[in-house]
């Protein structure tokens, strides 16, 4: 029964993630990007006009999304729909798996949290250069016609480190709050839990708690790097759109 104590102990110092072996999250992403095919495959398999619980989860979160984009980005926001729904699924599945025995969330590791910042990153340039064009997305960054033109070229600098920024911050957010979350609960499980059991051989659930405040930031986390997708995507297209939403009326 020492060793077992004992053993419980150095994992509880250690951390969750300080010895977890990169390709462990790899696995565990996969996992979640399969139960999410599933859940997909699932949903819409057998479309029915009285829809059963999947499908109709499946819609409230379309719906949820829907309105979403179109209040953050605007109509042409619908076609992003996708992107922000499957990462913030992804990213709220991540988390909980983390919640759970052996409490390892693939959003705990770098590797997984910077690989979400670049394919959102990347896309957000995609878009940005597909609306404006090559030359219109460089002016957009040095603010052409809207600063004096002896401006521009700080502001350029400045937007293009503002773009490089946004990885880093949206990987380091999630992983931060992530991987601070699972040290928490083993800091309370060393601090508590362990003494308590040694002593009185009786398993209290001393990090409970936390463990409820670990679903709510899986949701908020998830609700942010979705949101923030969004909110990139429109900074990105919102000028080139509206024009052109401007001469389709004046059509």
């Not at 095919?37 to 829809?51: D, E, G």
């Not at 980005?73 to 599945?93: D, Q, W």
């Not at 600063?147 to 992983?175: D, G, H, M, Q, T």
Request: proline share 6%.
């Amino acid at each position: 029964m020492e060793g077992l104590f004992n053993a419980l102990w150095v994992f509880t110092q250690t951390g969750v993630g300080a010895h977890v072996p990169p390709p462990v999250f790899s696995v565990l992403s996969g996992i979640a990007a399969l139960a999410l095919l599933l859940f997909a495959i699932s949903a819409t398999r057998n479309m029915q006009r009285r829809p059963g619980r999947l499908q109709n989860l499946a819609e409230i979160i379309y719906e949820f999304f829907d309105n979403l984009a179109i209040s953050v980005v605007g109509e042409h926001g619908r076609k992003y729909v996708p992107l922000a729904g499957t990462i913030f699924l992804f990213v709220l599945f991540s988390n909980l798996m983390g919640l759970i025995p052996p409490g390892i969330a693939p959003t705990a590791s770098l590797n997984t949290t910077i690989a979400l910042a670049l394919i959102v990153i990347l896309y957000v340039q995609y878009e940005g250069i597909r609306a404006r064009g090559l030359l219109g997305y460089l002016k957009h960054f040095a603010r052409v016609g809207e600063v004096p033109l002896w401006l521009a070229p700080l502001l350029f600098v400045i937007e293009v480190i503002s773009e490089i920024a946004k990885p880093v911050s949206l990987s380091i957010r999630l992983y931060a709050n992530m991987f601070g979350k699972e040290q928490v609960v083993m800091a309370l499980i060393a601090i508590f839990a362990v003494p308590l059991l040694q002593k009185l051989y009786l398993p209290l659930p001393i990090h409970f708690p936390v463990l409820l405040l670990g679903l709510l930031v899986a949701f908020v986390q998830a609700f942010v790097f979705s949101i923030l997708t969004l909110i990139y995507l429109a900074m990105a297209t919102e000028h080139h759109e509206e024009a052109h939403g401007a001469h389709a009326h004046a059509d």
